[in-house]
């Protein structure tokens, strides 16, 4: 089974509006960090938010937040505003446990419209 | 260096050389991850050092496929003979221990075997 599952493929969003980014996850440990990261064209992976499996709290970072619905197995993106900057793939992870090595889903293409 | 950085940006092979890639991590990070990242997917696990010790390879797709990080610092991942799947991009990422915030990536390696 995957564990990070994207299933947006490429998405449009109006400069100014909000979108959100989809990321389901699979995972019986119960300890795990969540994560997003953004890819622009340029190649490098930036990293955004962090999401924490015990965290009682949504993430918030600026323009970004992390919307964490643990029963439903979700950790969807939301960015505020768009920006052109913002078009670049997005790409969800996730940690298990004491593991260091992250899973990454397939990404979402975001197109930021002027 | 303020970040971490991969040689060459670029490679091209004839299918059959060897090849390696060279990641340099923010001084101080203990951690250093190499990921596989093929065209329009998201980066795959290869493996994973800590300092000089390599905790986890369980990514690397085949015996032609070696890491090293002898002093704990600069890591070189070299892949004999290539084929022309091993044409990707290959990420490197440093962190401290503990990588709850994520880790920093380099902007990669682009292979093509030909």
């Known amino acids: 089974a995957q564990k990070i599952t994207q299933t947006q493929p490429g998405m449009f969003v109006q400069e100014k509006e909000a979108v959100t980014l989809d990321c389901t996850y699979d995972t019986s440990d119960p300890s795990y960090g969540l994560f997003w990261y953004k890819q622009p064209s340029s190649g490098e992976m930036i990293f955004l938010i962090y999401?924490?499996?015990?965290?009682?709290q949504n993430a918030t970072e600026g323009r970004y937040s992390l919307n964490f619905q643990k029963a439903r197995k979700s950790a969807n993106l939301v960015i505020s505003a768009s920006q052109l900057g913002d078009s670049a793939m997005y790409f969800c992870a996730m940690r298990e446990g004491d593991f260091n090595k992250f899973y990454f889903g397939s990404g979402t293409k975001l197109n930021v419209k002027p | 260096g303020a970040g971490v950085s991969q040689s060459p940006r670029y490679k091209v092979a004839k299918r059959g050389q060897d090849v390696a890639l060279r990641c340099d991590p923010i001084?101080?990070?203990?951690?250093l991850f190499w990921y596989q990242q093929a065209l329009g997917q998201g980066p795959e696990f290869l493996t994973y050092?800590?300092?000089?010790?390599?905790?986890?390879k369980s990514g690397l797709p085949s015996d032609r496929f070696f890491a090293e990080r002898p002093e704990g610092s600069v890591s070189t991942l070299k892949i004999q003979r290539t084929q022309q799947e091993d044409s990707a991009v290959y990420l490197c990422?440093?962190?401290?221990?503990?990588?709850?915030?994520?880790?920093?990536f380099g902007s990669g390696t682009r292979l093509t075997v030909v």
């Open positions: 001084s101080g990070h203990v951690s």
């Open positions: 050092f800590q300092n000089e010790a390599q905790l986890d």
């Open positions: 999401q924490g499996s015990y965290d009682q």
């Open positions: 990422a440093s962190s401290f221990t503990g990588a709850n915030y994520g880790y920093t």
